[in-house]
């Protein structure tokens, strides 16, 4: 029997529901400034998704798009404006930075409690800790998609293939502390298949189309993919091989209608904590 579908379109749509009632009933206006450097065609796309839904669900949102010749430190002193700036209680740095960013030091700009990819250290620090507030929204993302579908984590093994600041590394530190066993994976890792074979829960964000096929899927495990590559023909395929793993797996994420909306949520629940307002 095919894998379920964990849809995360559809529970995306229903936290954004809930996001919109809960900010009609208040007087409190969340703000989100996106701040996008550069013409990375791929940036654009998700800035303008991100702004958009922020708009759809009530939140006020500005975008500042800079040239991609503009320097380091103007960027970071743009940041420091938005950190002053009352209208605005939610700041996310979009990346990839141009190359000659050191793109720690922009992130470190960013006030944390204005942090809403919860990437400067002081955030991440308390993720470590067990007591973060702003949470990367991908991992937070994917959490809520297992919680969703009621998915066990305590005493099950998962296995997280990447370790990026972003995705790999705080999914990992998530579900360590849901209690899961944890191995993470990454570019040197020898036989990933047999590593990835022993996941309960499989969370691929390696960034390699169609790396992890049904010989890699222990049979019934949940499958999040977290990969996104648009394909010359124009269709967005994920880092699964969603057709030959779906037969195997007992839960699956699609590319697209996965962890890509669960991602634009958590940031608009992201943007509504950094403002204080009720969720
Ligand atoms: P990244 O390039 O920063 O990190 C990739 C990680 O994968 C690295 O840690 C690397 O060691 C590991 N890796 C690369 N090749 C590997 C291999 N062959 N075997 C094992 N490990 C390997 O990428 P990222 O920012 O974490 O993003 C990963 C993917 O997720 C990308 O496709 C990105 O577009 C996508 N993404 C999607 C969303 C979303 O909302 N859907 C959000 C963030 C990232």
New binding site residues.
Partial sequence: MPATLLDGKALAASIRAEARNALAAISVRPGLAVVLVGDDPASRVYVRNKVRACEETGIYSELHALPADTGEHDVRERVQALNRDPRIHGILVQLPLPAAFDAARVLAAVSPRKDVDGLHAENLGALVAGRAKLIPC?PAGILRLLDHAAIPIAGRHAVV????T???KPAALLLLQRDATVTI???K?QD?GAQARRADILVV????PK?VGADMVKPGACVID????RLPDGSLVG?VDFAAAREVAGWITPVPGG??PM?VAMLILNTIAAAGAPR
């Fill in positions: 991908t293939i990447g370790r990026s972003i995705v790999g994976c990454h570019s890792t990933l964000a390696a960034g390699r790396l977290v990969g996104t590559h880092d962890v890509g991602t």
